[in-house]
């Protein structure tokens, strides 16, 4: 458990990754009461500094003692990492919120969107898990719904950025956008086929079922924090050429009859969500215009006419901001309130 004090000693574990820079800004920008910052990363960052506040910070490699002292650790460094790790860090006194999906269906770890779950981080031993990117920008909006009219099932399609993959892939589809526009062959490293001018209907691997990864843990991690294992999902992700925000469309079956304007009432007043939805004037969210925002904005809000309780919308949200670093300090500032 989490001692209360004035200020608290952090550590970013993965620091020099896309969600890594992220947590360093957002616990910067959000003024978390840090007494001190540690930054870990692989081997080869060893030595390297990053900004903090003014200053610049060392990264250090990790090893056994590595975590006495440390308060809180965010890491984001990997399912692998994370599995070693994050139970060394937790035995050594320091609570772990981890952005991986390592612990995320562990049943004695809570996996928290505080605007949905805050209450599940009563029961935490030691290891918090942050969901997916996709997940936690849908349950925001999915839950305020839920509590008025039951969801039934949910329909979505996602949209996502290349920096879901990482600083690699954002660089993959600068290069390839330059290679094109110069008459150059792309090279495809990073994802199987070109990623520049196209989409690819494949996020993380694919399993027996034919789902991929990523979709089934859009079903699964939904029914964990939503704490209620009747809500159904079925997804197909998707990624798309754009930087950064991953966009999502939604639809949603509802047991009570809900209107649109009912909706757009909800959720105007939901934590964390902003209704950005008048298509008269070409309004509704994109995935350009919210980089770096930290709200899910939602639009598009519409009946689906093709069966009696039906809504259809479209959400976006930046996901390095709330679908990983954001969310992450959050549940650290839940923590130590
Ligand atoms: O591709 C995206 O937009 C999100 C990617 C998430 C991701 C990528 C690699 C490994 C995850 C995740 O957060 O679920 C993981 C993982 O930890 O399994």
Not at 189 to 196: F, G, K, N, S
Request: contains cysteine; neutral net charge; hydrophobic residues 40%.
């Amino acid at each position: 458990m989490l001692k209360k004090k004035q200020k608290y000693i952090v550590a970013v574990v993965g620091a020099t990754g896309a969600v890594g820079n992220e947590m360093i800004e957002t616990l910067e920008k959000r003024n978390f009461p840090i007494e001190k910052l540690r930054l870990f990363a692989s081997e080869k960052s060893e030595g390297k500094t990053l900004p903090y506040k003014g200053a610049e910070i060392k990264v250090e490699a990790l090893n056994e003692s590595s975590f006495k002292g440390i308060d809180i650790a965010l890491f984001s460094a990997g399912a692998e990492r994370s599995k070693i790790w994050a139970p060394i860090a937790a035995k050594s006194g320091c609570v772990v919120i981890d952005n991986s999906s390592e612990w995320r269906m562990d049943p004695t770890v809570p996996l928290v969107v505080p605007e949905v779950n805050s209450h599940d981080l009563a029961w935490h031993k030691g290891i918090i898990a942050n969901p997916n990117c996709s997940t936690i920008q849908m349950v925001v909006v999915l839950k305020p719904i839920h509590d008025a009219a039951k969801i039934k099932r949910v329909i979505v399609t996602t949209f996502q950025a290349v920096s879901g993959t990482g600083k690699k892939a954002m660089d993959e589809l600068l290069l390839q956008t330059t290679d094109i526009l110069n008459f150059r062959e792309p090279k495809c490293t990073v994802y199987p086929h070109q990623i520049a001018f196209n989409v690819l209907p494949h996020i993380d691997k694919f399993l027996e079922n034919g789902y991929t990864k990523e979709e089934m843990k859009m079903t699964n991690e939904t029914k964990k924090i939503m704490g209620d294992d009747s809500v159904k999902v079925t997804a197909t992700t998707v990624r798309v050429p754009v930087f950064r925000g991953h966009s999502e469309s939604l639809n949603i079956e509802t047991e009570k009859k809900i209107t649109a304007n009912e909706v757009r009432s909800v959720l105007a007043a939901a934590p964390g969500v902003v209704v950005f939805d008048a298509p008269e004037k070409n309004v509704y969210p994109l995935p350009k215009a919210i980089e770096g925002l930290d709200d899910t904005y939602v639009g598009r809000i519409r009946e689906d006419e093709t069966i009696p309780n039906g809504i259809n919308m479209w959400i976006v949200a930046d996901n390095l901001k709330k679908g990983a670093a954001l969310n992450a300090v959050q549940i650290a500032e839940a923590l130590i309130k």
